[in-house]
Structure formats: structure tokens, C-alpha cells
């Protein structure tokens, strides 16, 4: 496996299994008590988590599967949405033969990972929202310049194409610079978030076919015409039916989703916790993983 196996070395193992009639990639591995990992968009398990699965791992059984569309699995014709990647969460839950699990999402993936909790309780003992979509409006200037051009037609296409192209031709330092423009956080947390070895998978993932559609047609999905990124995707009005323990996990400088999403939210469910991390942006599990990991395992184990 491609920068991945390097970094995974033997307690976490990569391989692919069948969800339903999907072909679906996944990393897996340790002993313990289940913990379930959901990435966010435009990413992948293996890109994600890869500081996180296995300091968790040590202490837990994780599973941290690529969406269908992303990474290493297979990229279907579909309607991608969030309901219709809550379903494969649940399925691949299931498949795994597991009552239930801890489920930790970021982004995207956290609010997934929240339509799971809320439509499907018994699947998930605990859950851990990163900078997740959901929890308010996002700042409209960071929405509109990560977001704005790809969902016009045929504009989206170009974009892609030429983000793919990019990629190649233009240095580390550069692809990090945009990057940091829009995730925030330091330069030198970019230059750990954006590695060497994550830079090769992102190229390997922008080269595979069908994943441009994928990532258009989900964020086409996301978008509200009166708001981009929010609308009925905002789940606010629906936290007080949280039953389960929850931790809130937040970069302090998200220039997206900023820390009055995850204040609120700590505020409206009675079993919550916040955990903001300072010189983080949208991605604290990658810039700062050591804090993360921290916050990560004591709520697990508490």
C-alpha cells in the first residue's frame, strides 16, 4: 500500500471487503472496544486518521473504512449525499458484526457520523464530532472560496482537472500555502497535516477514476440555495435528543466551521464535552495529533 503500509507498520492493516455489491477499502486493527473513523471530504481513511489509528489502536479495535467515492474504495454512479453515506456506515457497522461503536467524525464525516447517532442510536455507544458540518452556518468568505466555484456546472469539472494537474506541477510549499488558506492552522502544522507521504495519496486519489464526480456530486449535494454549506443540513434544532456521551474536538482557528458551532453545541447536550485546541485549524487530528489523541482516548476511556 502506497505511503500508507510505511506508516501503519503491523497494528493497523489495510484491506478490502464487500459492502453489499461495493468494493470497499478500509483500515482496521488493535484489541478492545470498537472505534469506528469517518473522514471528511475530498479524503480517505488512510489520509485522515494516519496519526490517529494507531495510538487508538493500541487500546481499541478501530475501523476507519474509505467512503464509496474516496479513497482506495469504489466510485459508483450514485447519489452521493449524506444520507446515502450514513446508510454505507451503517451497513459496513453491521457487517462487521458489531452492536455498537464508538464513532468519531470530522467534517463531513462528523456530520455524518451525527445522522448515524440520531437515525440509528444503537449503532453508537459514544461519539466524537471534529469540526464537523452541521452545528451552524459556516463562515460565508471560507465557504465560498473552498467551495463556491465547484458547484457551477461544468466550471466544477475545470476545477478539478486543473486541482489534479496542480498537484504535480506546483511545489509542497505552494499546495500548502492554498491549502492553510482555507483549513487554517499554522504553517508549520500544514507542513505535518500536508506530508510528503499525504501529498502522494492526494495526487494518487485526484488521478482516480471516478473520484471528480464523487467529490462534485456530494458537495452539489451540500449545497442550500440560500446558503452554501447550510440550510437543512444543520442539525442544531436536533442535538438535544443526544442521549450518548459526546465530545466536541475543535480547532481554534477553523476559518469554516468556527468554535461558537462547538460552544453551542456543548451548551444544548447534556452529556458533552469540548475540547478546543489552540493553533489548530480545521484539521486538529493531523495538526496537532498528539493533543488530539489525548483528548481522543481519556473520553474513550472515561
Same mark, same amino acid.
Given at each position: 500500500?502506497?505511503?500508507?503500509?510505511?506508516?501503519?507498520?503491523?497494528?493497523?492493516?489495510?484491506?478490502?471487503?464487500?459492502?453489499?455489491?461495493? $468494493?470497499?477499502?478500509?483500515?482496521?486493527?488493535? $484489541?478492545?472496544?470498537?472505534?469506528?473513523?469517518?473522514?471528511?471530504?475530498?479524503?480517505?481513511?488512510?489520509?485522515?486518521?494516519?496519526? *490517529?489509528?494507531?495510538?487508538?489502536?493500541?487500546?481499541?479495535?478501530?475501523?476507519?473504512?474509505?467512503?464509496?467515492?474516496?479513497?482506495?474504495?469504489?466510485?459508483?454512479?450514485?447519489?452521493?449525499?449524506?444520507?446515502?453515506?450514513?446508510?454505507?456506515?451503517?451497513?459496513?457497522?453491521? =457487517?462487521?458484526?458489531?452492536?455498537?461503536?464508538?464513532? #468519531?467524525?470530522?467534517?463531513?464525516?462528523?456530520?455524518?457520523?451525527?445522522?448515524?447517532?440520531?437515525?440509528?442510536?444503537?449503532?453508537?455507544?459514544?461519539?466524537?464530532?471534529? *469540526?464537523?458540518?452541521?452545528?451552524?452556518?459556516?463562515?460565508?468568505?471560507?465557504?465560498?472560496?473552498?467551495?463556491?466555484?465547484?458547484?457551477?456546472?461544468?466550471?466544477?469539472?475545470?476545477?478539478?482537472?486543473?486541482?489534479?494537474?496542480?498537484?504535480?506541477?506546483?511545489?509542497?510549499?505552494?499546495?500548502?500555502?492554498?491549502?492553510?488558506?482555507?483549513?487554517?492552522?499554522?504553517?508549520?502544522?500544514?507542513?505535518?497535516?500536508? =506530508?510528503?507521504?499525504?501529498? *502522494?495519496?492526494?495526487?494518487?486519489?485526484?488521478?482516480?477514476?471516478?473520484?471528480?464526480?464523487?467529490?462534485?456530486?456530494?458537495?452539489?449535494?451540500?449545497?442550500?440555495?440560500?446558503?452554501?454549506?447550510?440550510?437543512?443540513? =444543520?442539525?442544531?434544532?436536533?442535538?438535544?435528543?443526544?442521549?450518548?456521551?459526546?465530545?466536541?474536538?475543535?480547532?481554534? =482557528?477553523?476559518?469554516?466551521?468556527?468554535?461558537?458551532?462547538?460552544? $453551542?453545541?456543548?451548551?444544548?447536550?447534556?452529556?458533552? $464535552?469540548?475540547?478546543?485546541?489552540?493553533?489548530?485549524?480545521?484539521?486538529?487530528?493531523?495538526?496537532?495529533?498528539?493533543?488530539? *489523541?489525548? #483528548?481522543?482516548?481519556?473520553?474513550?476511556?472515561?
Amino acid at each position: 500500500m502506497i505511503g500508507t503500509a510505511r506508516r501503519t507498520r503491523s497494528t493497523i492493516q489495510s484491506d478490502f471487503i464487500e459492502v453489499g455489491s461495493l $468494493r470497499v477499502h478500509h483500515m482496521h486493527g488493535g $484489541r478492545g472496544s470498537p472505534v469506528v473513523f469517518i473522514h471528511g471530504l475530498g479524503s480517505s481513511s488512510y489520509m485522515e486518521w494516519r496519526y *490517529n489509528l494507531e495510538p487508538t489502536g493500541a487500546r481499541h479495535r478501530v475501523f476507519a473504512p474509505d467512503l464509496p467515492g474516496y479513497g482506495r474504495t469504489e466510485k459508483p454512479r450514485a447519489r452521493y449525499s449524506i444520507p446515502y453515506f450514513a446508510r454505507f456506515v451503517e451497513r459496513y457497522i453491521e =457487517d462487521r458484526g458489531l452492536r455498537s461503536a464508538a464513532i #468519531v467524525g470530522a467534517s463531513l464525516g462528523g456530520r455524518v457520523a451525527l445522522e448515524v447517532a440520531l437515525e440509528r442510536p444503537h449503532l453508537a455507544r459514544q461519539l466524537v464530532l471534529v *469540526n464537523t458540518l452541521g452545528l451552524g452556518r459556516p463562515q460565508v468568505r471560507a465557504a465560498q472560496m473552498a467551495y463556491g466555484l465547484v458547484t457551477i456546472p461544468r466550471v466544477g469539472e475545470a476545477v478539478m482537472r486543473f486541482t489534479r494537474g496542480a498537484l504535480h506541477w506546483a511545489s509542497p510549499s505552494m499546495i500548502r500555502r492554498v491549502a492553510a488558506r482555507y483549513g487554517g492552522g499554522t504553517r508549520a502544522d500544514m507542513e505535518r497535516a500536508m =506530508d510528503d507521504a499525504y501529498l *502522494n495519496d492526494l495526487r494518487e486519489l485526484y488521478a482516480t477514476d471516478g473520484f471528480h464526480n464523487a467529490y462534485l456530486a456530494t458537495v452539489r449535494s451540500l449545497v442550500n440555495p440560500r446558503a452554501l454549506l447550510g440550510g437543512h443540513h =444543520d442539525m442544531t434544532s436536533r442535538l438535544k435528543e443526544i442521549k450518548i456521551p459526546l465530545q466536541l474536538i475543535w480547532g481554534a =482557528d477553523d476559518p469554516l466551521f468556527p468554535v461558537a458551532h462547538a460552544t $453551542r453545541a456543548h451548551a444544548m447536550v447534556e452529556h458533552s $464535552r469540548l475540547a478546543v485546541i489552540e493553533g489548530a485549524g480545521h484539521s486538529p487530528q493531523a495538526e496537532r495529533p498528539e493533543e488530539f *489523541n489525548r #483528548v481522543l482516548l481519556n473520553f474513550l476511556h472515561s
